[in-house]
């Protein structure tokens, strides 16, 4: 993570650089405004990064003689026969299509996605049997 907060600093000093004669020889205040906030937002992302790899250290990839089966295992737990992506999915897209075609559309869209939504939440809720 080392690499990634080096080049997000670059950026971060970029921007920070070309900010000031931009803002003093040029007219437009949206473009001063714009390159202080990509400053602002690459900072703030290597800020993320350096404080990740203070508490982290290297991963394997950023040593040399790291290895692949340094990175093996599990990496996440992904439920094998849960519906509530799709349902969640049909209720974005009747939400979408009903801003498009009117309201009643949409007012069944919320509802379909409050299911998706309630399904995901509760998927793994079990009570006291």
Do not use: K, N
């Not at 004669?21 to 990509?38: F, H, K, N």
């Not at 508490?55 to 003689?65: S, T």
């Not at 009747?94 to 299911?115: D, E, M, P, S």
């Amino acid at each position: 993570m080392r690499a990634e907060a080096w080049y997000f600093t670059g950026v971060s000093a970029f921007f920070a650089l070309v900010t000031v004669p931009y803002a003093v020889w040029g007219d437009d205040p949206a473009g001063r405004a714009i390159l202080v906030v990509a400053c602002l937002m690459s900072a703030l992302i290597a800020f993320f990064l350096w404080t990740q790899f203070r508490r982290r250290g290297r991963r394997p990839e950023d040593r040399r003689e790291g290895e692949i089966a340094d990175r093996a295992g599990p990496l996440d737990f992904f439920p094998p026969h849960s519906l509530a992506p799709v349902v969640t999915a049909a209720g974005f897209a009747l939400v979408g299509t009903g801003v498009v075609f009117g309201l009643w559309l949409a007012l069944i869209g919320f509802a379909v996605l409050a299911g998706g939504v309630f399904g995901f939440v509760f998927q793994y809720a079990r009570g006291v049997r």
